[in-house]
């Protein structure tokens, strides 16, 4: 089972094993309280980073803590822990650049410490998770994602849900992006789970090229069952976290 709570843009998935659960990705600082209180008694046994980018690490030094698990992300993205705009990130659209104008202001969260860096290919049996991790380099160099024996995949920022198209709108290295989301797209998925944005669910591995996808020919929101409970639990999440962010 995958649950997803969104805060602010922001997606948080527990993908859940057979006795333990994994949290991938947190959201900005000022959700910390919220998450806590829809994750906290869910058995997770690791708090696994996509990748270094502040509005997906903001809570994870408090919800390791509390939680007493261990975070998990790829070494490549430790610096940005300290520092947000180590690397320089670029953009290709007017909205990217909006976003990346973003990202460079947001203020350095508190610091914590990796307890396991994570590489290619690397399976999460220990956690209680049928699944890998599968390097998805590009929107930064330590980007990756979790891919379970279910042809679920969990992608972080290397596909973005937002507008009318998939591809990431800013990145550190091109090509890489590019190749990650080609990895992605071309791979027989049932279900990609992205940072932002909803879920793109299949049926059958698509017969048309990744880089002209629109929203239209590549979601199957209504033939999918569990598309109207995860719905619900955003809504209901959103409206939580809004709660939480103007007391
Ligand atoms: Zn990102």
Redesign the pocket.
Known sequence: MVECFTFGINNCYILHGEKYAILIDTCPQQYSNALLNVIKNKNISLLLLT?G?T??IGCAGYIAKRLSIPIAMAQEDHILIERPNARPLFASTPLGFLICQG?KKQKTVPFFQPDIFLTHGQRLEEFGIQGRIFALPG??AG?VGVWTARKEFFV??AMMHIGFSLK?R?YENKSNMEQSFRNIWQSDATAIYM?HGTPVFRQARPIFKPNIVTIKNTTYLDCCKDMQSITKKIKHTKEEAHCESTK
């Open positions: 990748h980018h509005d997906h990202i929107h930064t980007s972080g920022d990431p800013l940072g």
